[in-house]
């Protein structure tokens, strides 16, 4: 009988320990009109299922600016993150460029989202001995949107080492050589949208339609051919 209540208890501890983790999951609102991203998001989740690697997956994302890098790594965030103990999306690039955010508390955040504790960051090596020491052990989804420098990405997943096997880091950037210069596996490009698509795009935003009314036919595919496939130029 003591065994039998010690086995339930451990089950019930299971259950409410998969319902916290369901009730903290972060959705993240990705774009109005997200055309095209379903095939491109089925295609990087292959990718980060890998298994052909004892240690974290780490996955670079990049592609020239406005072509959706963070749209797409939202998208995988939101689909993918409930298989993971905690997740974080840190938008490294333009938040610490403009001095709004500094990486100490980057750092903080990306312990806070994973953890769901708040933990006090001193300086830059003190976060990045707190990153190795308290997320080894855990199973963690982090997303480091729109970097631009190397030690940014150290400083926040520097290594291999820093994570166990069934981790996954993503990075989104425009330039490929500094995801050469990291710990990357698997690089993914992101192509600029097909005419269709950009027509389609262009539609939603323009008449609330994936189709030009007649009479907008000719004007909407001169401005989707000056876009050149670009989402963000498509939206704006």
């Known amino acids: 009988m003591v065994v039998s209540r010690c086995h339930e208890a451990k089950f019930i501890e299971v259950i409410i320990q998969e ?29 980060l299922a890998w298994t052909g690697s004892s240690d974290a997956i780490y996955v670079g994302i990049w592609g020239v600016g406005g072509v959706g890098k963070t749209t797409l790594a939202k998208a995988i965030f939101n689909h993918i993150s409930s298989n993971f103990d905690g997740s974080s999306f840190l938008d490294v690039g333009s938040q610490v460029s403009r001095g709004d955010i500094s990486l100490v508390a980057l750092q903080e955040k990306l312990l806070k989202d994973t953890l769901r504790e708040k933990i006090e960051v001193s300086c830059v090596d003190h976060g990045i001995h707190l990153i190795k020491q308290r997320l080894q052990s855990k199973k963690v989804l982090i997303v480091l949107d729109d970097v631009a420098d190397v030690e940014k990405i150290y400083s926040l997943a520097g290594g291999k080492h820093w994570f166990g096997p069934d981790n996954r880091i993503i990075i989104t950037t425009r330039d490929e050589h500094l995801l050469k210069c990291s710990t990357g596996d698997v690089k993914y490009e992101v192509k600029c949208m097909t005419e269709s698509e950009s027509l389609q795009l262009f539609c939603w935003h323009a008449f609330k339609n994936p189709l030009p009314p007649e009479d907008f036919v000719e004007i909407s595919e001169s401005l989707v051919t000056y876009a050149q496939g670009l989402p963000l130029a498509l939206e704006v």
């Open 19 to 47: 319902v916290l983790r369901k009730l903290n999951l972060k959705y993240i609102d990705i774009a109005r009109h997200p055309v095209g991203i379903n095939s491109c998001v089925s295609k990087l989740i292959n990718k």
